[in-house]
């Protein structure tokens, strides 16, 4: 049986998260709290696998909330879920609590479903030591994994992030400003609007004297190669099709 704390200070919110995970394909039990005292009371008599901690708790904090549990020896790298209405506390949830994922309400559920379901599963045994970046647009904030990237379009002077999980919009942020701050060997220009991943690409393709079309693998989008980085994409492709 696989433990699951879930504190929540709304009954409505608990009972809508409680039957998502309800639907995961495994034998999970859900333990409610509606504060900081009975989620410490839970954490302390039940070995759980999952925290999903909303920020908002009958007694206060969440993230408190979630600090204190993280000093329980048990779970300094347990996974952890946080579920906020505001992006402000992001930084301080991933920096020093070590959360997986920060949800922003309205959050979609099936993705809050399938995280979960991830990290439950057998291959998911230990904390990830998996390189991310925040990114800021606006009064939003958030997350990507550096390995779930892949590939960045420039279009009308804004930056499209392509994952797998979602597509992240920064507003203002040239091609070049993004590829700094990624800092990823992995994720390189082939375009003057776009940079790929080197380990997504499944196949690239000549479409006209000067351009090629990347494609990449489980992703229907493609992006562009232009003339001047084909080499080097070519070379790093096919390197890595040779280690494989």
């Known amino acids: 049986m ?11 919110e608990r009972e809508t998260i409680r039957a998502l995970f309800l639907e995961i394909p495994m034998q999970v039990k859900v333990y409610e709290a509606q504060s900081e005292d009975e989620a410490l009371q839970v954490a302390r008599t039940v070995m759980l696998s999952l925290l999903v901690i909303d920020t908002e ?10 600090a204190e ?5 048990p779970y300094q790298l347990t996974w952890l879920i946080v579920i906020s209405q505001y992006a402000d506390a992001m930084l ?8 997986y994922e920060f949800l922003i309400k309205p959050y979609d ?20 030591n998996r390189p991310f970046r925040l990114f800021h647009n606006g009064h939003d ?10 590939f960045l379009e420039i279009n009308a002077r804004a930056c499209t992030i392509h994952t797998a999980k979602r597509n992240y919009l920064l507003s203002r942020m040239p091609l070049k400003d993004v590829l700094r701050c990624i800092n ?43 003339n001047k980085y084909k080499e080097k994409v070519l070379r790093l492709f096919e390197n890595r099709e040779q280690a494989e």
């Open 2 to 12: 696989i433990n699951i704390l879930l504190a929540a200070a709304s009954k409505t």
């Open 57 to 66: 708790l009958k007694d206060g904090s969440g993230l408190h909330c979630a």
């Open 69 to 73: 549990i993280r000093k329980l020896p």
């Open 92 to 99: 301080d949830a991933f920096r020093q609590l070590h959360c």
């Open 109 to 128: 559920a099936n993705l809050l479903k399938k995280t979960g379901y991830l990290l439950l599963s057998k291959e998911s045994t230990q904390m990830p």
């Open 141 to 150: 904030n958030f997350k990507v994994y550096v390995d779930e990237i892949i």
């Open 184 to 226: 990823s060997p992995d994720v390189i220009q082939t375009h003057k609007s776009y940079a790929a991943n080197i380990r997504h690409i499944r196949k690239i393709e000549r479409y006209s004297l000067t351009s090629w079309n990347i494609y990449f693998d489980q992703y229907e989008e493609i992006a562009l190669l232009g």
